[in-house]
Each structure stands twice: as C-alpha cells, then as structure tokens.
C-alpha cells in the first residue's frame, strides 16, 4: 500500500536542436539536484535530446534501449529513482515518438510509442498501437504525448486500466498552450489521477515556432481536501510552470487518491460495449 505522497519532478528543459550533447548534460544535471532534493519520479520532455527535429528523424532517433536510455538508467539507478523522459526511437526502419519509464533498479520497465500523429507527423514517424500501464510500488504510470491530450480515446483507455499518474511528455507550440491547458483539466477530471505534463522550451526555427514551456501537474478536484475544493480558484492546478527552463518537485498523494476513488470510482459506471462501435469516418448513417 502507498502510504506516502510521491516526491515528483518536473524538468523543464530547453530542448536544442542539433545539440545532443549538451542537452543531455543539463538534463543530468537537473535530474541529479531532483535526486538530492528527493524525488522519488522524475520526468523529462518529448524529444529531449533532439527536440523536435522530426525532418531529420532518420539521423537522430536512437534506438531504445541504447547509449542514451543506458545513461539515464545508470543515473536512475544510482538515485534509486523512477525515470521518464521522451526520444525520437528507431526500430528497424521504423521511426516512432516514445516515452519509456526506467525503474529504481536501473531497467527499462517498458515504452509507449505516440499512437496520434498529424498529417505531417505521418510522413516521419509510425504510429503506436496501445496505451500500456505500468503497475509500480509507486502507483500505476500510464504515459502519453503532448498531441495524445486532444483525443479524450487516449485518457480513456488508461482510466479504464486504472491508471493513477498519466505522465505525459510534450512538444507543443506556443500558439497552443490555452487550449492545452483547457485539455489537461478535462482530461484530470475525466480520469480521477494525477497528470504530470512535462514540457520543453525553446524555439524550433524550421517550424518557425516556440515550445508553450508550462510545465505543469493537474489532478481531479472532486478529490482534493474540501479546503481546497474550489473550481473558481483553479485549485486543480497543482503546480504551473512559466517559461524559463528548470524544475520543480511536487508531492502527489496516491493514497488520497486512492481513498477518493473506493467510493467514487466512475468505472463502474461505464457501458464500454457501446462505445466506438463501427467507427469510422466514412460510415456516418444519415438520418432520415
């Protein structure tokens, strides 16, 4: 049982292209004052070796596990933390957008490939097929994609698996952030969890925009203490980040969470056999 509130950390990195180097250095280095501070989670950005340099996805995807994620796992272990950071991944001939979770013991527990990609996207990277979760002695982790928040589908899938931190990394223009943000609240109190949205900063000058930065951690309100309970307030937002690179730790009770949902648990209440049945963009029967 999870007894204690889970020291997270958010790290906001300025993600550089064609800086591979030096991105990883500073994103070492945060993780490891995270690690003094004492978090037990700590999350980096989509793409946070690289940034989004999807044009040239071919050079720099990694392969998973590799060089970079051995990295990371030795830091993981020597900090006796959970580790969850995204990379441009390269299996075979197939290029995807991923995020993996590392375990204290230093070993890839497991991988989400984005499943939604737009248009443009679809000419680089493949698409996932599955939204795993991963059952920890933290809580169970469910990890998605900046682009994933617009699909309510992706929050869905790990709800009904019972997820507690949806942890998701993200590369999202500026122009953006309002409604991400609208998104993440809704997708929170959809899910009845914690949602870890890790973002990058800085700019992506062949796209000719900036990263939204914002970094921040949503929950349900329905949960919250009723001394915190106040929709007007915003009292949901836990934690938001501005757009300057760096990190932030927070605590997310689980086991509060936990208690909420023994008695309020909407699951139950789902009728999952009438959902998306026939689906399909060009099968709308009109009405007569």
Known sequence: MITEPIKTAVIQLECKLSRESGNMRRAERYI????KDGAQLVCLPESFLTSGNILDVTD????????????????AKEGGIYLVAGLFEVDGESYFSTSFLISPTGN?????RRVHCFEMERKYISQGSDFPVFN???????????????????????????VDIIICTALIPEAFFYVTNQLLTARAIESQCFIVFVSGIGANPYAGFKYMGRSSVVTDPMFLE?????FEDGDETMLMMDMDEGYK???????RLHKYRESNSRIGDLVTSSYLQGLSLNNIEEET
């Open 32 to 35: 490891k004052k995270a690690i």
């Open 60 to 75: 720099v995807a990694v392969t998973i596990p590799g060089e970079c994620t051995d990295k990371l796992c030795q830091i």
């Open 108 to 112: 890839i527990i497991g991988k989400y």
């Open 136 to 162: 920890t002695d933290i809580g169970r982790i469910g990890l998605l994609q900046g682009y994933d928040i617009n699909f309510p589908i992706s929050c869905m899938e790990l709800y009904c698996k019972e």
């Open 226 to 230: 009723k001394e915190l309970f106040d």
């Open 249 to 255: 730790l927070i605590e997310l009770d689980i086991h």
